[in-house]
């Protein structure tokens, strides 16, 4: 493992192990772009600057894709991913971020709508999980609910027209 940091202790706890949502993702040990070797890095390796109380990551030593960890295990957030698909994530979730804050629905909810609507299962419905296709449906999706939400509160206020 990479040279430890002075804030965080190389040892998982089988705590906060026990915490994570099942299904566990495995560690990724080929990276499924350029089939290279994956190994577990200090995330100051990736961004110049460590981050975080565990601050581990898995990263390709090939393509130098990569994904975090949860706090305190080995169990990675998602799967590898590269700049493509890092930058389709944060796009694609942003609007759905902002469809359960909302309170339109809970976060649960949101996540049990938009598997539904992409077909896949509950289990599934990541955007850790989500290939750069995948982010741009669920982006579709939650851009929709917004446009919904916001005719929906224009016609409340009286701002919107409605025909009766």
């Known amino acids: 493992m990479a040279q430890q940091s002075k804030r965080a202790s190389s040892k998982?706890?089988?705590?906060k192990k026990a915490r994570v949502p099942k299904p566990h993702i495995p560690p990724p040990v080929t990276c499924h772009y350029c089939g290279g070797k994956v190994e577990i890095v200090n995330n100051s390796q990736i961004y110049g600057k460590e981050y975080g109380d565990w601050p581990w990551a898995y990263r390709c030593v090939g393509c130098e894709a990569?994904?975090?960890m949860h706090?305190?295990?080995?169990?990675p957030l998602?799967?590898?991913a590269?700049?493509?698909?890092?930058?389709?994530r944060k796009l694609g979730k942003k609007p759905f971020e902002t469809v359960w804050q909302s309170k339109h629905m809970t976060r649960s909810e949101a996540y049990r709508q938009l598997a539904a609507h992409m077909g896949i299962s509950a289990s599934e419905c990541h955007f850790g999980?989500?290939?750069?296709?995948q982010c741009r449906?669920?982006?579709k999706w939650a851009t929709g609910i917004l446009r919904?939400?916001?005719?929906?509160?224009?016609a409340e206020t009286g701002s919107g027209k409605t025909e009766k």
């Open 71 to 75: 706090p305190k295990t080995y169990i």
């Open 137 to 139: 449906h669920a982006w």
């Open 129 to 133: 999980l989500f290939s750069v296709e």
């Open 148 to 154: 919904e939400m916001d005719a929906k509160r224009g």
């Open 12 to 15: 998982p706890s089988s705590r």
């Open 82 to 88: 590269d700049a493509e698909t890092r930058n389709a």
């Open 78 to 80: 998602g799967t590898l």
């Open 66 to 68: 990569y994904v975090g």
